[in-house]
């Protein structure tokens, strides 16, 4: 018999090193979000340029805890869009802040979806340029530079956030069994996709289901 996503829930709740870690973890994160939220805003009523804002988004990041941002993924790639994009155009700075500009879990997926393909053809405009591949920003980052923006930006209700983690570990679930595969999800090889506005909804569907889950298990093991 497979694993169950009880199985797992449950051995989640019984780490307790892994939980204090985490909790730990987000202590910190909570802490910098008014910092965070503080810089981004800046940006997006540009009172701050893109080359600015960078350098000031990374110092918020290293004060308490960095989110996982000040490398691959995040802050590269912002710093990226800042120094290959905006060379010899303002397009994406100006596009950035259109994109963050009201930015909340509500419109996250749309958001992403409309990135996503101002990225695709930033790849060509930039090609067109001859810059090699390694300074454009692919399109595939858009969920988790998106994501991440929206939690600072509307941390009450708490967006997903595209960490490659999340992303490996739903499908690594789905392809064990352990949770069924929600209608219109996109699997990748190693990880689900997430391009479209439909994409995000499918997983924000897994996410509620497997939150259920782990609600209904968190009171069992108080009854225990």
């Not at 909570?30 to 009523?45: G, M, N, R």
């Not at 090609?127 to 454009?136: D, P, V, Y």
């Amino acid at each position: 018999m497979g694993v169950t996503l009880s199985d797992i829930v449950q051995a989640y709740f019984e780490d307790q090193e892994f939980q204090q870690h985490w909790s730990s973890v987000a202590t910190k994160r909570d802490a910098s979000i008014p910092k965070l939220q503080e810089v981004t805003l800046q940006f997006v009523h540009a009172e701050l340029d893109m080359k600015t804002f960078c350098p000031q988004l990374d110092k918020a990041l290293r004060l308490e805890d960095d989110w996982g941002a000040t490398g691959f993924g995040f802050m590269m790639e912002l710093n990226k869009l800042n120094k290959y994009h905006s060379d010899t155009s303002t397009l994406a700075e100006e596009h950035l802040r259109t994109t963050l500009r009201g930015l909340n879990k509500a419109n996250l997926g749309e958001r992403i979806e409309e990135f996503y393909s101002f990225l695709l053809k930033e790849r060509e405009r930039l090609r067109h340029e001859g810059k090699s591949g390694a300074m454009i920003v692919p399109a595939s980052r858009s969920p988790f530079l998106l994501s991440l923006f929206a939690f600072w930006l509307d941390p009450e209700n708490q967006p997903i956030v595209y960490y490659d983690s999340l992303r490996k570990g739903l499908s690594m679930l789905i392809k064990a069994g352990a949770i069924p595969e929600p209608p219109g999800l996109t699997l990748g090889p190693t990880a689900i996709e997430v391009r479209t506005t439909a994409d995000h909804q499918a997983v924000e569907a897994l996410v509620a289901r497997y939150q259920s889950a782990s609600t209904s298990a968190s009171h069992a093991s108080l009854l225990d």
